[in-house]
């Protein structure tokens, strides 16, 4: 007999976009080469963007200004993504949980999600994250990772260049480790 393990849609997980389910960075990366061929670019390793680009804190227009629909909509899914999002919604209540500075980069997170067939329950979109009610979030901002654990709340933290490990969060490298921790977690609720 095959062991199906327990479907459990009381326990709801928020998900974060970018940096977590979508690589805006590498689109980014790309995009800028595009119009600015002959400026070069250090690679994004930290959180503020501004420091890898010779047009420094004008980043951000080029970002949310002019190119924004062009960046987000183009940006691939994180490698295996689609398929942890896809289990993720089979066993529990998967809410993404985003922070987009403006309606127009909100409504590109949800069309994007859309577009590669990332499913999802619920939508929300805000920068108060840590206030939002949910069981576990996969999360890799370092501004939201540390206000998140001070609620008291369970977070699981993607480990990327722009982030550093904290004390009492659990950090994951893969969809394996990902998978793995879930389900580590969950046998507690
Ligand atoms: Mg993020």
Known sequence: MTYIRKIRKDIVIGCDVDGVNR?????????YDKYYPNNDRQPVTGWDLSLFFPIKK???E????????EIFMNAPPYKG???FMH?????FTVHIITAQPDPKSEKYAKQWLIKNNIEFKDF?????KESLSYDIIIE??????PRIKKEGKKVIRIVRPWNDPIEGVPSVRNIKELKFKINELVKEM
């Open 58 to 60: 004008r980043i951000w």
């Open 23 to 31: 690589n805006f960075i590498s689109s980014l990366e790309q995009v």
């Open 124 to 128: 929300y979109c805000t920068f108060q």
């Open 81 to 83: 993504m689609v398929n």
């Open 62 to 69: 080029f970002i949310y200004k002019h190119y924004s629909e």
């Open 87 to 91: 289990w993720l919604n089979k066993k």
């Open 140 to 145: 890799d901002s370092p501004i939201m990772i």
